[in-house]
């Protein structure tokens, strides 16, 4: 079992940035591969980014290639989404997503496989 708690989220005008955090505890963070997606009003919950439980293999959804970046810090349970060049579009719930990996270096890019979920941060962007 593991434990995710996003923070960081916020109101900002269009072209800001936020830094998204989720800390994690509970079990070894290191065996986790992490996903952050999100969720608009009367949408679906989409697919972010994706971080390897080791932290070398990255992935992004094509809309927030270029401008949003996941990382983790192993030695603090961490991982983070530093989201810049902010967009009214980028508006919704973002949840942070845990999943037991045997592979280290694999990442996740369905909601599905992912076993445990934060509660969620609102991140508002106006134009």
């Known amino acids: 079992q593991v434990q995710l708690v996003e923070s960081g989220g916020g109101s900002v005008q269009a072209g800001d940035s936020l830094r998204l955090s989720c800390a994690a505890s509970?079990?070894?963070?290191?065996?986790?591969?992490m996903g952050w997606f999100r969720q608009a009003p009367g949408k679906e919950r989409d697919f972010v980014a994706a971080?390897?439980?080791?932290?070398?293999?990255?992935s992004y959804a094509d809309s927030v290639k270029g401008r949003f970046t996941i990382s983790r810090d192993n030695a603090k349970n961490t991982v983070y989404l530093q989201m810049n060049s902010l967009k009214p579009e980028d508006t919704a719930v973002y949840y942070c997503?845990?999943?037991?990996?045997?592979?280290?270096?694999?990442?996740?890019?369905?909601?599905?496989?992912?076993?445990?979920w934060g509660q969620g941060t609102q991140v508002t962007v106006s134009s």
């Open positions: 509970g079990r070894t963070f290191s065996n986790y591969a």
């Open positions: 971080i390897s439980a080791s932290g070398r293999a990255t």
């Open positions: 997503a845990a999943h037991d990996s045997y592979y280290s270096g694999i990442v996740y890019l369905g909601a599905h496989e992912y076993d445990y």
